[in-house]
């Protein structure tokens, strides 16, 4: 939900309203929590930041911005920050393209976001813009769906997902990521420490069979 697909069209347009009642809370907030309790403080930039559920961790201690390229979804984001009580300056625009000067944001995190992005030139040149605009000794927190997810290991790195509302269904399209795959990637794009790991909730001893990737990657 951070970007438009690369066919023009903007999938969380439609569905913004109902991706606010059904995904109220964040599904990442032990992750997020910890990275919270580890930065303690500064300038935070939330990329592909919907309706706005996993700023809550960062609220108290944070100066807090955030993007979405769906003008609906900063609109439920907008209606979110105001019901939970927190500030965040909230803007659309497109992960491939961050408005933003060089070394703008002390953190950066992103949920469920990047496995949107359609062209390998485009998912490259988005890890590129977030190592543009952190600071040196800056850390990114995001999250990406795993390819070999047992939902998905039959069916090749791009997948279409249902979204289901009262009146029609949806189609979002999904590039699945591999752990070596984005671990490269984000060191291609100039990152100096990646960790890749399972969510939380995840039990299996072999993370690669995780739903979600969950990154950490440093800039020195």
Known sequence: ????DYNGLNTYDEIAESWYRLRHRTRFMAELTEVAARWRSGRLLNVGCAHGPDFLPFQDKFELWGLDSSSPMISMA?????????TASLLVADAVSLPFKDKSFDWIISVAAYHHILDK??????????????????EVFLTVWNRWQKDFICKGKEVKVPWKMKDKQVMRHYYLFTYPE?????????????MTYSENDYRLPVKYLSRNICVRARLD
């Open 1 to 4: 939900m951070a970007t438009k």
């Open 78 to 86: 907008l209606k979110y920050s105001d019901k939970f009580k927190f």
């Open 121 to 138: 030139r485009g998912r490259l040149q988005a890890f590129q813009e977030l190592r543009r605009v952190l600071k040196p000794g800056g």
């Open 182 to 194: 984005i671990t490269i990637l984000l060191k291609s794009a100039g990152f100096s420490e990646v």
